[in-house]
């Protein structure tokens, strides 16, 4: 299986910044993409952003220009760096990856446990 551990979430004035990060472990073969996605209160939950193995990202356009995911794949980690944040970004923020496991022929998804972000007016 493949395990995601997020870290970075907390309580911020609107305005400010938070970084999350990603780590993904376990008996992964292959990723093929991993970002964030965000699920707030009575709502679904939406994509965030998300970087596939070739380095191309995608966002939602409520945060283009606002938030920006980085990697570092040797270490299988993710970065959302979350800058200019607004009341609207509280949500609770899950880390997901498409990845590929040893045992198995198929690529398949995976997500985080989440991570709290709280952006006060």
């Known amino acids: 299986q493949v395990q995601l551990v997020e870290s970075g979430g907390g309580l911020v004035p609107a305005g400010g910044s938070l970084r999350l990060s990603c780590t993904a472990s376990g008996q992964i073969s292959g990723i093929s993409s991993m970002g964030w996605y965000r699920q707030a209160p009575g709502k679904q939950r939406e994509l965030v952003a998300s970087?596939?193995?070739?380095?191309?990202?995608t966002y939602a356009d409520s945060v283009k220009g606002r938030f920006t995911i980085t990697r570092d794949t040797a270490k299988n980690s993710r970065y959302l760096q979350m800058n200019s944040l607004k009341p609207d970004d509280t949500a609770v923020y899950y880390c997901?990856?498409?990845?590929?496991?040893?045992?198995?022929?198929?690529?398949?998804?995976?997500w985080g446990q989440g991570t709290q972000v709280t952006v006060s007016s």
């Open positions: 970087i596939t193995a070739g380095g191309m990202a």
């Open positions: 997901h990856a498409f990845a590929l496991i040893y045992s198995a022929t198929r690529y398949d998804h995976y």
